[in-house]
């Protein structure tokens, strides 16, 4: 069964320094890895997508990661975090066979100080 | 283009009553699929429609049931409310068929209280 990881419920950091959020995953084949924002009182704005293509796959708002097959993760990064980052974070693993479902992580909730 | 559409945004119900949500996907989206949202176990399946049909379904007891209409619109309905059923109910939309790795996008949710 597929599953994801993300090691931090809580990150802060300050603005300016860079952003760090970690997850692993666990698949029986070869993963479709998402990571997905929510802002406060917001839906879901996907960030980035991992299709087994190139191992650093770049989002939006400057946001990039990387997958690593012999680690089993997938984390996120930015080198400068900015006030409009702070939001929850999610790392979804897509569900094997003829599905569409998401299997969501925990979510990582980024602060981020001035 | 407009994006993942739900209603209402907030709802406010009674123990026992039933609820009905709405949701328009994205224009030219034929699959919808829903997810719970709760601090305590955070987001879960729900369900997954295409072409009217339901093509997958989560751990969620009957009470949970949904439909998709020919203009792939949906609803979910919420019999017999509990107030664990309290949640943002979040509703996605993708351009095909799901298959794993499609590109799902995400509405803002229709906020349930259940008192």
């Known amino acids: 069964a597929q599953s994801v990881t993300q090691l931090d419920s809580h990150v802060s950091v300050s603005e300016g320094t860079p952003v760090l959020l970690r997850c692993n995953y666990s698949?029986?084949?070869?993963?479709?890895l998402f990571w997905y924002v929510q802002h406060p009182n917001k839906g879901l704005q996907l960030l980035l997508k991992?299709?087994?293509?190139?191992?650093l796959v770049k989002g939006i708002n400057g946001f990039e990661a990387e997958f690593k097959k012999s680690e089993t993760s997938f984390h996120l990064t930015k080198p400068s975090a900015h006030m409009s980052d702070a939001a929850e974070y999610f790392c979804?693993?897509?569900?094997?066979?003829?599905?569409?479902?998401?299997?969501f992580g925990q979510g990582t909730t980024l602060q981020v100080k001035p | 283009k407009a994006g993942v559409t739900q209603t209402p945004r907030y709802l406010i119900k009674t123990r026992g009553q039933q609820v009905t949500l709405s949701c328009s996907p994205i224009?030219?989206?034929?699959?919808v699929s829903w997810y719970q949202q709760t601090p305590g176990q955070g987001l879960q399946f729900l369900f997954e429609?295409?072409?009217?049909?339901?093509?997958n379904k989560g751990n969620f007891p009957g009470r949970f049931s949904g439909r998709q209409f020919s203009n792939s619109r949906s609803e979910m309905n919420v019999s017999t409310l509990e107030l664990g059923d309290s949640a943002l109910y979040l509703c996605?939309?993708?351009?095909?068929?799901?298959?794993?790795?499609?590109?799902?996008?995400f509405g803002e949710g229709s906020w349930l209280t259940v008192v």
């Open positions: 996605a939309s993708s351009p095909r068929q799901a298959y794993s790795g499609n590109t799902i996008y």
């Open positions: 698949s029986s084949y070869s993963p479709s």
């Open positions: 991992y299709t087994s293509a190139a191992t």
């Open positions: 979804v693993v897509s569900d094997s066979g003829n599905t569409g479902k998401l299997i």
């Open positions: 224009s030219g989206h034929r699959s």
């Open positions: 429609y295409f072409s009217e049909t339901q093509r």
